[in-house]
Structures are given as structure tokens and as C-alpha cells.
């Protein structure tokens, strides 16, 4: 059972930061001809594009990605039900209609949460460890779009310590606590 709530957690986790991955990289004009880019369009245009033909088009003329959102929104509930299905095919609860669909959309919502904060660590840890090692690296620069509204704020409150920018690692901290208060 272990096995199987791993791999259902991975595979959805993946699909759903795809997908606000999209959202975000819209959001910032970057584009998706470079790296991740590229990945991310290939992993949810699948759901993505018919989303976007259903949407009025008063929202697909606004700066937010509302297909990608929407398609995020759309796994997370598609985990969230089959995660259930597995546990309440495997024990003996029955739960009635509405406490099912609450528990699906608490379910849903946690998975959203847990997948922007975990994300939100990736990205993190991958352009820290990239300015250190290698900052010239093409990556860099859509890193820092990526990363740079997330740590601005945090750089106004945190100094450089001899020349090291300690954002990254208060906000890591953050994120991490969020994931605990999340647990």
C-alpha cells in the first residue's frame, strides 16, 4: 500500500507542478521554447488545451494562466479521489456523498499546497546550488525569473554575509516550515 500511495503521490506531483509550473512561467513571460519550458508543455497540453477552449475567453485575455490553474486544480482533485478510492477500497469505511467530497476537496487543496511548497524548494535548491557552481550557465537566467519575485522580498529583511546572499536558505526555511505545518 506504501508502494502504491508513493507512486500515485510522485506521478501527481510531477503533473500538478508542471502545470503551475506553466502558470508561473505565463505569468513571467518566459519562454517555453528553453528549459523547463519545453518539458512542461509536453506534460500538460494534454489537459491544458482543452481547458483553455472550455474558459470564456474574458479569462483567457488576462495576464493569469487560468488553463494551467485550472488543470492543476483538476489532478489535484483527480489525486485526491483516487488516493481515496485506494484507502476506502481497502478498509471497511464507508463515507457518506458529503463527507466524501469534502474529504476530497481537503484532500485536493493539501496536494496543491504540498506541491507549490515542495516546487517552490526545488527551484530553490536547484538555483542556489547552480549560482554557486555555475552562475554563467544559460539556466541561471530563467531561474532568476523564476525565483527573483519569491526572493526580493526576503532580500530587503536578510543582508549579505560576506558576500553570500542568505535569502535562499531563510526562504528554504520558510518553505520548510510550511511544509511541516502542512503535515
Do not use: H
Request: aromatic share 8%.
Amino acid at each position: 500500500m506504501q508502494v502504491l500511495d508513493f507512486l500515485l503521490k510522485t506521478l501527481f506531483f510531477f503533473l500538478i507542478g508542471a502545470a503551475l509550473l506553466r502558470a508561473w512561467m505565463n505569468q513571467w513571460r518566459i519562454q517555453m521554447s528553453v528549459q523547463p519550458g519545453r518539458f512542461v508543455i509536453a506534460a500538460t497540453d494534454w489537459l491544458v488545451k482543452p481547458l483553455r477552449r472550455l474558459l470564456p475567453r474574458a479569462l483567457m485575455q488576462s495576464r493569469i494562466d487560468w488553463g494551467s490553474l485550472l488543470a492543476a486544480m483538476l489532478m489535484a482533485l483527480a489525486y485526491a479521489g483516487l488516493w481515496l478510492a485506494i484507502v476506502v477500497q481497502g478498509g471497511s469505511t464507508v463515507l457518506a456523498a458529503a463527507t466524501l467530497w469534502l474529504a476530497i476537496g481537503i484532500l485536493a487543496l493539501k496536494m496543491l499546497a504540498f506541491v507549490v511548497l515542495q516546487g517552490l524548494m526545488l527551484l530553490l535548491l536547484l538555483y542556489a546550488v547552480l549560482s554557486w557552481v555555475q552562475p554563467q550557465a544559460p539556466a541561471m537566467s530563467v531561474l532568476e525569473r523564476l525565483c527573483g519575485p519569491l526572493l526580493r522580498p526576503v532580500r530587503r529583511f536578510v543582508p549579505t554575509v560576506g558576500g553570500l546572499d542568505l535569502s535562499v536558505l531563510v526562504l528554504l526555511v520558510l518553505l520548510q516550515v510550511g511544509l511541516i505545518v502542512l503535515n
